[in-house]
């Protein structure tokens, strides 16, 4: 019943519209221009000559939806009428308010220069980026609960211009409450990207949010370059180091498997992952056996879990003090990089900034390579 | 007599089988070692040393664990089936098993939640032990005491089960305010798993163990008793009282520590009582007690041989193996012998 009175007052609108003359309908697309996106596979966008169209195809793993979005300027905005039909949300542009949920957005909206522009978010302890914190600090950004269980009433009176949400599932509840209340909300993918220059490409979705695409596109060349110059750096490495990653959970040991991003950072480091050959979705989850005897000798051990300290880690299974690793203190991680309110930096700026991961793991790896470099993100553990 | 003689020779049947179980469960594993290797590993004459640490620091504490798991919830479940006079308890219907997750939710998610001086205390080594085995405790004696209210087994297992919900929901608004780590140490927690105990914790394990073991075996006449019914069981000179408080102690300490370090497991405290009465075709519970302890032990160490996935890298968690396995194997029993005996 609600989605017939929908359409029919979608054809009110739609026909009433046309008798008005100063309003055009929707152009038939001419002028279309792919945007130059590299490595990102989850988003496009085709440049008509008033609008551009967002397609998100991969918001989710194994999603078989495309979300397809209208971006369009105000001033084009009070001249076109769509068919809203056909969109999952028009978003109008420059946008003015947004609320973002994932904190791996934020460094994309201070490279822009446009954090001002953030209203609200989850879980606002996470964010550690300064210019951000700051105006958490000030109450300026919202509160809006935590987890994937956003306050529904905040959000809807903060009202912004476009929610970024992300989802397992595409099932959120909250979500398709805000998008019922008009409030358009874009899926964001990047966290579904396999490489970590399709991840850090996003920024260019952001760009074209608040009109500032060159911006955007001139930032990830930048990013691109230096990630590149390291990877070139670190071929030249003459030794290659074998590197065991993760820890156990109770009794299974959870590590990147060989497509991921991880392991594309460890095999760009030029170093020796030693489960590089595996393929799949997420984590593998062996048995501590197979871990043992394939890594007890492993030269480096990155990313052990959450563990922040060698005691912790001694504490929590003995079994860890057996690896070579541990013996020679060759652990890294960087769990014990936080910001002021606790959130770990790698997750919120490691996505935007790949290229100083990379570097930081060739120092790691290659310290004779990147001798007045300091680690950003990893550090030893004590 | 014959009856005696009987069941010695299915006693020692079973006391082989759980031998050859246990050197089938270490002998099976995701990296395949040849026989010859694991009795040197065993014997400390390995020349492969990963091997002989995988054998002596990973396979035989797990087997142990195993062997202390099923045994402890089989007869922990008997105990709950003889005391509320139902064949659906067990440790986890009454609520013990919510009891424990809601010590270690506590442990775990709480820190954050309470900070200060209780903090530090729930940081210790063996914080999640104790607290888990006080809100098993906690939550059968106080299905004990609002069940002395009420008469009927049918509302005392409904009070079990509400204070399940009731212990959940604190979990689920304990996980709400926690940290990502925090709850997903919670959750792989919840998994359940054998392999995660070192000998140094398997040494605590086991005293606990005894002695949870040994106040059973102080309650088989109490058992037997209370079997006639309570007003008989009193005109014997049973002390009820005493009897149903030992019966609950030795339960939450054997379920509780049991939930405590290999996380809640489910089924086989409520599968293996039915499996063994099936098989012994008896209630005496100094024939139960036994049975149900090989029983338990012979069937962890199966389920926990077939989720190790031998010769594969991938290990299954042991929850889905128990309901897997066991769950049929009750089925046919009942079926084949058409009733039930309890």
Same mark, same amino acid.
């Given at each position: ?233 670190? *071929?030249?490495?003459? %030794?290659?180091? !074998? #590197?065991?990653?993760? =820890?156990?959970?109770? &009794?299974? $040991?959870?590590? /990147? ?25 997420? *984590?593998?989850?062996? %048995?501590?056996? !197979? #871990?043992?005897?394939? =890594?007890?000798?492993? &030269?480096? $051990?990155?990313? /052990? ?29 960087? %769990?014990?990089? !936080? ?44 | ?342």
């Amino acid at each position: 019943m609600k989605y017939k009175i929908l359409i029919l007052s979608l054809f009110i609108v739609v026909f009433s519209c046309k008798k008005d003359t100063g309003i055009t309908r929707e152009l038939p697309p001419i002028n279309t221009k792919k945007s130059n996106i590299a490595y990102a596979e989850g988003f496009k966008v085709t440049k008509n000559s008033n609008f551009s169209v967002l397609e998100i195809s991969n918001p989710w793993p194994d999603s078989e939806q495309t979300f397809k979005y209208v971006i369009i300027n105000k001033i084009e905005a009070a001249k076109t009428t769509f068919m809203r039909d056909e969109y999952d949300g028009i978003i109008v542009i420059p946008v003015e308010k947004i609320v973002v949920t994932s904190t791996t957005h934020i460094p994309a909206l201070e490279l822009l220069n446009v954090e001002n522009t953030l209203v609200g978010f989850p879980g606002s302890d996470y964010i550690s980026s300064e210019k951000t914190r700051q105006r958490i600090d000030k109450g300026l950004v919202r509160e809006l609960g935590k987890n994937e269980g956003i306050n529904t009433e905040v959000l809807l009176e903060l009202n912004p211009d476009v929610v970024v949400g992300f989802g397992i599932d595409g099932k959120s509840k909250s979500l398709n409450t805000i998008k019922k209340a008009n409030i358009p909300v874009i899926y964001n993918g990047d966290w579904i990207e396999k490489s970590p220059l399709a991840k850090a490409e996003w920024i260019k979705f952001f760009g074209l949010l608040f009109e500032k695409e060159q911006q955007a596109d001139s930032i990830f060349n930048h990013i691109e370059k230096n990630y590149l110059e390291a990877k070139k750096l670190a *071929s030249k490495a003459t %030794s290659k180091p !074998t #590197v065991l990653s993760g =820890a156990m959970h109770k &009794d299974v $040991w959870y590590l /990147p498997n060989g497509e991921s991003p991880e392991a594309q950072f460890l095999k760009d480091a030029n170093t020796n992952y030693l489960w590089s050959d595996t393929s799949g979705k997420g *984590s593998l989850s062996l %048995s501590f056996e !197979t #871990v043992f005897e394939k =890594a007890k000798n492993a &030269d480096l $051990w990155l990313s /052990p879990s959450y563990y922040t300290s060698m005691e912790a880690l001694e504490k929590a299974n003995s079994h860890y003090t057996k690896f070579d690793a541990f013996k020679n203190k060759n652990i890294f991680s960087f %769990s014990a990089t !936080t910001g002021e309110t606790g959130g770990v930096l790698y997750y919120e700026i490691g996505v935007a900034r790949p290229d100083l991961v990379l570097k930081d793991i060739i120092k790691i790896c290659h310290p004779e390579l990147l001798e007045d470099y300091e680690t950003f993100f990893f550090k030893p553990l004590e | 007599m014959v009856k005696v003689k009987s069941y010695k020779l299915s006693f020692i049947a079973l006391i082989l089988l759980l031998i050859v179980f246990f050197f089938v469960n270490i002998s099976l594993g995701s990296v395949s070692i040849p026989i010859k290797e694991i009795l040197n590993s065993l014997l400390g004459a390995s020349t492969n040393e990963s091997w002989q640490y995988i054998i002596q620091d990973y396979r035989l504490p797990k087997a142990i664990t195993a062997i202390l798991v099923g045994s402890g919830l089989g007869i922990s479940g008997l105990l709950m089936q003889t005391l509320f006079k139902n064949p659906l308890a067990g440790p986890f219907v009454l609520g013990i098993t919510s009891g424990a997750s809601l010590g270690v939710a506590v442990v775990i998610m709480g820190s954050s939640l309470f900070g200060g001086v209780l903090a530090s205390f729930l940081i210790s080594e063996w914080s999640i032990v104790i607290a888990a085995s006080l809100g098993s405790f906690l939550v059968l004696l106080s299905v004990l005491i609002v069940s002395s209210k009420v008469r009927d087994t049918m509302a005392i297992l409904i009070i079990g089960l509400m204070f399940g919900s009731i212990t959940s929901a604190v979990v689920s608004v304990l996980s709400y305010f926690s940290s990502a780590e925090e709850l997903q140490q919670y959750i792989f927690w919840g998994f359940g798993s054998l392999g995660d105990l070192q000998w140094k914790e398997l040494k605590v394990f086991s005293i606990i163990y005894i002695i949870g073991i040994l106040f059973s075996i102080l309650s088989i006449k109490g058992l037997n008793t209370l079997l006639l019914g309570e007003n008989y069981a009193k005109s014997l000179g049973l002390n009820i009282k005493q009897s149903r408080l030992i019966i609950i102690f030795a339960t939450s300490l054997l379920a509780g520590t049991i939930t405590a370090f290999a996380g809640p497991i489910a089924f086989i405290g409520l599968a293996v009582p039915h499996l063994t009465r099936q098989i012994f075709n008896t209630s005496n519970h100094k024939i139960l007690l036994p049975a149900v302890f090989l029983f338990g032990a012979i069937l962890m160490l199966i389920c926990d041989s077939i989720a190790q996935l031998p010769n594969t890298d991938y290990t299954l968690p042991i929850n889905a193996i128990t309901s897997l396995i066991g769950a049929p194997v009750v089925v046919w029993l009942l079926v084949r012998k058409r009733k039930m005996v309890f």
